[in-house]
């Protein structure tokens, strides 16, 4: 017989019911399967499907969904990369008469710097200043209305993901970020706030979601069981729920709380009765 650690109530018609709880073996993924999410995980990993379904595959593909999403124009690029805030640099070559794309790259493992591209016409660059500019570029264009968290991978006898570096450079490494803007957040959150406080919002709100997609990779969401006990003393299923992910360590009292409510509950069948 299974055994399982109870938590009984009395309601006001004086029965008694108790809940245990249960991993959930096949729970909601919390990216794909649920909604309300204000952050976009965009994840790259040789073997595993990671983070959010998104239209891009590739860091060129996100740049542009960002720009799209922003409504950044390509004269607003073209600007700050003059500027030579970026991390590639744009000029006009007189003698050549053509616009120059330059920046650091790696040759035979060496760092190099030197010119990627050159066009008579600025706007046919526009690919390469994609390729060419970060993401740390975009915050900047953007006034800092992009928000941008690191995605770290822990791969050694099942996954976990944490917005924090897992110190183990054999096991893990950045698999990619969660990015949002403020115009999510403010839809998401209401009132008026300060530029640094929507930044610390979206910030928190993304950390939460790591989090809860890191349980879902480490199999940690839950479902309870509750049966009420009939006039012969036996137990019968009355109520059952799955796919919570819980925030404590006490899932079995977390969700007794949530049910029943804080305090309503004991951890012995004669207290109750």
């Given at each position: 017989m299974e055994h399982h650690e109870y938590r009984y109530y009395k309601?006001?018609?004086?029965r008694i019911f108790r809940m245990h709880v249960e991993p959930?073996?096949?729970?909601?993924n919390p990216r794909t399967d649920m909604d309300g999410n204000i952050?976009?995980?965009?994840?790259?990993?040789?073997?595993?499907?990671?983070?959010?379904?998104?239209?891009?595959?590739?860091?060129?593909?996100?740049?542009?969904?960002?720009?799209?999403e922003l409504g950044i124009s390509m004269k607003r690029i073209r600007s700050y990369v003059k500027t030579g805030k970026a991390n590639i640099e744009l000029t006009y070559n007189r003698k050549e008469r053509q616009w120059e794309i330059w920046?650091?790259?790696?040759?035979?493992?060496?760092?190099?710097?030197?010119?990627?591209?050159a066009n008579p016409d600025v706007e046919f660059l526009e690919d390469d200043l994609i390729a060419g500019i970060t993401l740390n570029d975009l915050q900047k264009i953007s006034n800092d209305n992009l928000v941008i968290l690191p995605l770290y991978l822990y791969d050694h006898s099942g996954l976990s993901?944490?917005?924090?570096?897992?110190?183990?450079?054999?096991?893990?490494?950045?698999?990619?970020?969660i990015w949002t803007t403020i115009?999510?957040?403010?839809a998401a959150r209401l009132g008026k706030q300060t530029k640094k406080e929507w930044i610390r919002m979206a910030e928190?709100?993304?950390r939460a979601e790591v989090k809860m997609y890191n349980m879902y990779l480490q199999g940690e969401a839950y479902g309870y069981i509750e049966e009420r006990q009939s006039e012969d003393g036996q137990w019968e299923e009355c109520d059952s729920c799955w796919g919570f992910y819980t925030d404590t360590f006490d899932p079995l009292c977390e969700l007794a709380d949530e049910i029943w409510g804080p305090g309503t509950y004991t951890e012995e069948l004669l207290e109750a009765a």
């Open positions: 309601d006001d018609k004086q959930d073996e096949f729970p909601w952050g976009t995980m965009f994840c790259m990993h040789s073997r595993y499907g990671l983070g959010d379904r998104t239209k891009y595959q590739d860091m060129d593909g996100l740049k542009r969904a960002v720009i799209q920046g650091a790259y790696c040759f035979l493992g060496k760092r190099e710097y030197g010119l990627f591209c993901m944490s917005c924090a570096d897992f110190g183990d450079p054999w096991d893990s490494g950045q698999v990619g970020i115009d999510r957040v403010k928190q709100d993304m």
